[in-house]
């Protein structure tokens, strides 16, 4: 194996591998021991890293140190590569679902998702909210703005000025919710919008709410920056991503490009460029990434829904730790056209949503249906007001992943499934995952790899001095994957597939905490720099790489809040195409949590259907 290296894993066929309860695969977790760096010590180790010979050596130490040569560039595996999460169209019965007619326009969508809802809360008038941590609080939703412009209650006009007084607020805060905000941009649209409504002929139910569009999408008038501070001068954006295209034909108002981490590359939120992204219920703590920006807006009040974009968690991690839902659909459900392609085949855009009901509602605006066929198949809109009547659910649980997590998330996520079988009668089912963390590593490969291959015009070109130190650390690893590791990776991307397939034959979905800890705190030496955080990294990503990897679709609710009061998710992991069935499972969640425990509002919340002009 040479110099540094040990024998790789040799792997069985992925048929032989036993998934029931009992199996004897075993568990790794993930194997970071490193400690925690910033400020000096992470430009030294770049340094290193970018320095001929010894950087390759650092690498090769740590690339085994990981276990990433064992489990994936030197083992062993039967299967052959899978270089795309591409499903075709199976015909799974889903229950209480509304099957759309194809061409319906984006508006014609939005109708028939909100005919799907429940019936309408109480009125936003008579739902005064208070400033105890258990307060009763709930989240203004798309429905709420709608009914508030469409009684005069208030115009989109008005809740523009005051999202744009909220965002000033926020930059005194240095909350780094936003990358770029043009408020000239902003009150044209709504300015349109509230002509709409004065004259009866709102778009759709989205006509005049606010949306953030993560700096990953294309979003005219803005640059995409993709959190760096010179990728929108050498990629030009000459029209919106097809899901804004979509938003702005319901009516929506572009709020603004919401911050992110630097090139997607890190779980934490942090950007040594436009700011870090600070956690409204502590701004003392990260938000998560790298959509942390387009979370941390809609956990402020400041939107309802917001878009992300999705490669390794990055839309459903910062949900969870930011108190939201996070909505990743199948892998070709949504047009990937306008995003960065940072990682051609694990990242799409997905939606951040103050509700379930809201995400439905983002989802059907801008669900693709251009390419009509078995890779596109028909669209099923979940009836809400029959989730109670679904009675045999199967939840797949596999135990010793589940349980990798911090005390308060297991017990919260546990009692949430304890709740569901209580109030719905749907069962869990233990279940083996086999190689998770064979399956992390081999993301990792994946992603890294396409990473730089993508971006490679711009970097082989350009002064390192423009890309964050941090960054700086993750391209120097990505570099360093051959050919070989991006087809192992790709081999054991085949095994997965065949393991997560198997599994749907008995269960609904997956069931998972969304993170292993709750966000932790943001240190002062991290801001300038950025940090490593391996142990913290790999506790964030846990759960989420199958949703990527797989291109399963893949939704996060909040179930309560941990001691320190920061909020816990849990995740569902679907089978291909059943976005309907996973968004009555999330609807069930959200709502027996919330009637057994109360919402809390967060530190930094901005009311602007209430606030008085």
């Not at 030294?44 to 320095?51: G, H, I, M």
């Not at 964050?468 to 051959?482: E, H, K, T």
């Not at 009555?584 to 959200?590: K, P």
Request: hydrophobic share 40%.
């Amino acid at each position: 194996m040479g110099l540094f290296r040990s024998p790789g894993k040799v792997y069985k066929p992925a048929a032989e591998v036993d998934l029931g309860p009992g199996s004897d695969e075993h568990y790794i977790s993930p194997n970071v021991r490193a400690p925690r760096v910033a400020g000096l010590l992470v430009k030294f180790q770049a340094w290193v890293l970018e320095t001929p010979v010894l950087g390759w050596i650092v690498l090769t130490v740590l690339k085994r140190d990981n276990l990433v040569y064992k489990l994936v560039s030197d083992a062993e595996i039967p299967e052959p590569p899978l270089f795309t999460a591409t499903h075709t169209w199976r015909d799974i019965p889903e229950q209480n679902v509304r099957p759309t007619k194809p061409g319906l326009s984006p508006p014609e969508r939005v109708q028939e998702a909100v005919g799907c809802l429940p019936a309408r809360l109480p009125e936003p008038e008579a739902a005064a909210l208070s400033d105890g941590p258990a307060s009763g609080f709930r989240r203004w939703t798309v429905r709420d703005f709608h009914r508030a412009y469409s009684s005069g209650q208030t115009t989109p006009a008005m809740v523009a000025r005051r999202f744009l007084a909220a965002v000033k607020e926020c930059s005194d805060l240095e909350m780094g919710l936003f990358i770029s905000c043009d408020a000239a941009d902003v009150m044209r649209q709504a300015e349109d919008s509230t002509r709409r409504y004065q004259q009866g002929a709102p778009l759709s139910a989205m006509d005049g709410v606010l949306v953030a569009v993560k700096d990953e999408l294309d979003c005219l008038p803005y640059p995409t920056t993709g959190g760096t501070r010179w990728l929108g001068a050498a990629r030009r954006c000459a029209a919106d991503a097809a899901c804004v295209a979509q938003l702005r034909a319901c009516g929506a108002v572009m709020a603004g490009k919401a911050n992110m981490h630097e090139l997607g590359a890190g779980t934490s939120g942090i950007n040594a460029h436009h700011g870090s992204t600070r956690n409204p219920y502590d701004p003392g703590r990260v938000s998560g990434g790298s959509s942390g920006g387009s979370a941390a807006a809609v956990c402020a009040g400041l939107c309802p829904v917001a878009l992300g974009a999705d490669g390794g968690g990055s839309v459903r991690m910062p949900a969870a730790l930011c108190g939201v839902v996070g909505f990743k659909p199948t892998a070709g459900r949504l047009s990937n056209s306008g995003l960065l392609p940072l990682n051609w085949t694990v990242g799409m855009p997905g939606i951040l949503a103050a509700t379930v009901e809201d995400a439905l509602i983002a989802y059907a605006a801008i669900v693709d249906q251009s390419k009509p066929g078995p890779l596109q198949p028909e669209l099923n809109l979940p009836l809400l007001t029959c989730t109670r009547s679904m009675p045999s659910i199967r939840l797949a649980k596999y135990a010793k992943w589940f349980d990798d997590s911090s005390e308060d998330i297991r017990s919260l996520c546990g009692k949430a499934l304890r709740m569901l079988h209580a109030q719905y009668g749907w069962e869990t089912v233990e279940v083996t995952v086999p190689e998770i963390e064979e399956m992390r590593l081999a993301h990792y490969v994946t992603m890294g790899s396409e990473c730089t291959a993508s971006l490679a015009k711009y970097l082989d070109n350009m002064d390192r001095s423009e890309i964050g130190w941090d960054v700086r650390i993750g391209l120097s690893a990505y570099r360093s994957f051959s050919s070989r590791d991006y087809l192992n990776a790709q081999r054991l991307r085949s095994r997965q597939m065949y393991f997560h397939e198997k599994i749907f034959e008995a269960a609904d979905a997956i069931v998972t905490p969304m993170t292993g800890v709750t966000a932790y705190a943001l240190q002062d030496d991290a801001l300038r720099t950025g940090e490593l955080d391996y142990i913290s990294g790999a506790a964030l990503v846990r759960y989420s790489i199958a949703g990527n990897f797989l291109g399963l679709p893949a939704i996060t609710v909040p179930v309560g809040y941990d001691r320190g009061g920061l909020p816990v998710g849990l995740q569902l992991i679907g089978r291909p195409w059943s976005e309907a069935t996973l968004l009555h499972l999330a609807h069930a969640v959200q709502e027996a949590c919330c009637a057994a425990g109360e919402r809390r509002k967060p530190k930094v919340h901005f009311d602007l259907l209430l606030r008085e002009d």
